[in-house]
Nanobody, 130 residues
Framework: HVQLVESGGGSVQAGGSLTLSCVAS???????MGWSRQAPGKEREGVASINSDGWTAYGDSVKGRFTISQDTGKDTIYLQMNSLRPDDTGTYFCAAVRSGGGTVATDCRAGQLSASDFAAWGQGTQVTVS
């Protein structure tokens, strides 16, 4: 499986911004990539996803505040997080699954992939908003 390494987490005051990065160990042109987060005592929540063709999807709680993007030349995806709130606090994970042109790609574009659909996960990076 592809290996993923996140970076960019940290502590920030409410209203601030952070940008997370996720570098993949191999070419990700045919992948759906996503960000999920998990707060203590809560289930993992999908935040955003981006298919290899550039289609993006967002969870309702982050729409208008977060932006997912990709640099396929660097096998890297980013999560720009603006207007951060205390309830954005959690461990943020990068995830990947091969999408091709089938059902996975369709679900990725619609933001309908669940955590169990992703084949590879990073180790996570902590984001704390106070």
């Amino acid at each position: 499986h592809v290996q993923l390494v996140e970076s960019g987490g940290g502590s920030v005051q409410a209203g601030g911004s952070l940008t997370l990065s996720c570098v993949a160990s191999e070419y990700t042109r045919d992948y759906c990539m996503g960000w999920s987060r998990q707060a203590p005592g809560k289930e993992r929540e999908g935040v955003a996803s981006i298919n290899s063709d550039g289609w993006t999807a967002y969870g309702d709680s982050v729409k208008g505040r977060f932006t997912i993007s990709q640099d396929t030349g660097k096998d890297t995806i980013y999560l720009q997080m603006n207007s951060l709130r205390p309830d954005d606090t959690g461990t943020y994970f990068c995830a990947a699954v091969r999408s091709g042109g089938g059902t996975v790609a369709t679900d990725c574009r619609a933001g309908q992939l669940s955590a169990s659909d992703f084949a590879a996960w990073g180790q996570g990076t902590q984001v704390t908003v106070s």
